[in-house]
T-cell receptor, first 112, second 118 residues
Framework: DQQVKQNSPSLSVQEGRISILNCDYTNSMFDYFLWYKKYPAEGPTFLISISSIKDKNEDGRFTVFLNKSAKHLSLHIVPSQPGDSAVYFCAAKSSGTYKYIFGTGTRLKVLA | SQTIHQWPATLVQPVGSPLSLECTVEGTSNPNLYWYRQAAGRGLQLLFYSVGIGQISSEVPQNLSASRPQDRQFILSSKKLLLSDSGFYLC?????????????????FGAGSRLTVL
């Protein structure tokens, strides 16, 4: 049972444009969400997070939006840069557990 | 500041051989520790996590095991590797005293260990 889903395995975006990566979840007990960026043969690096009490969090070029009623979150990258090309994972955690559940990832390619 | 170390970085092992991957965290005490695996073309699968010395929770039944002999040490083992054990293994930590600068609830990963079973 995949509780965190990233239905788009890949995305290509032109440099300077907006990248939108999507994530859906099924567990209504999740109350903390994170986005990570991963290059090949490296560990994931943390980008941005959001608590379920908020619907938006912004950090520089990265903004995460949370729609609790739809059980959906998205990561916006503006403007996109070639260095943003990587695999992006969303993750979720519920307050009653220590487990962080990850999606399958979306490979972003930013074209110069 | 805190750091997390994993070794070895790469490992090629024959089927049926044992495995030991080690992870240590520096600069914090009593962290929660995790082992994840990324198989080819797949997401990050949680294998084990630990909230304290000797406390191990297993998420996926398989021929792997984990141990936490010391507060900041987490070991992933197998007595006999299978072909399906090939993948990229990641150790991570969260919490602890002090927590990571990125946040008390942010999972921080090591650089990973690439295991190829032939």
């Amino acid at each position: 049972d995949q509780q965190v889903k990233q239905n788009s395995p890949s995305l290509s975006v032109q440099e300077g444009r907006i990248s939108i990566l999507n994530c859906d979840y099924t567990n209504s007990m999740f109350d903390y969400f994170l986005w990570y960026k991963k290059y090949p043969a490296e560990g994931p690096t943390f980008l941005i997070s959001i608590s379920s009490i908020k619907d938006k969090n912004e950090d520089g070029r990265f903004t995460v939006f949370l729609n609790k009623s739809a059980k959906h979150l998205s990561l916006h990258i503006v403007p996109s840069q070639p260095g943003d090309s990587a695999v992006y994972f969303c993750a979720a955690k519920s307050s009653g557990t220590y487990k962080y559940i990850f999606g399958t990832g979306t490979r972003l390619k930013v074209l110069a | 500041s805190q750091t997390i170390h994993q070794w070895p970085a790469t490992l090629v092992q024959p089927v049926g051989s044992p495995l030991s991957l080690e992870c240590t965290v520096e600069g914090t005490s009593n962290p929660n520790l995790y082992w994840y695996r990324q198989a080819a073309g797949r997401g990050l699968q949680l294998l084990f996590y630990s909230v304290g010395i000797g406390q191990i929770s297993s998420e996926v039944p398989q021929n792997l095991s984990a141990s936490r002999p010391q507060d900041r040490q987490f070991i992933l083992s197998s007595k006999k590797l299978l072909l399906s054990d090939s993948g990229f293994y990641l150790c991570a930590w969260v919490g602890g005293t002090p927590p990571a600068s990125s946040g008390a609830n942010v999972l921080t990963f090591g650089a990973g260990s690439r295991l190829t079973v032939l």
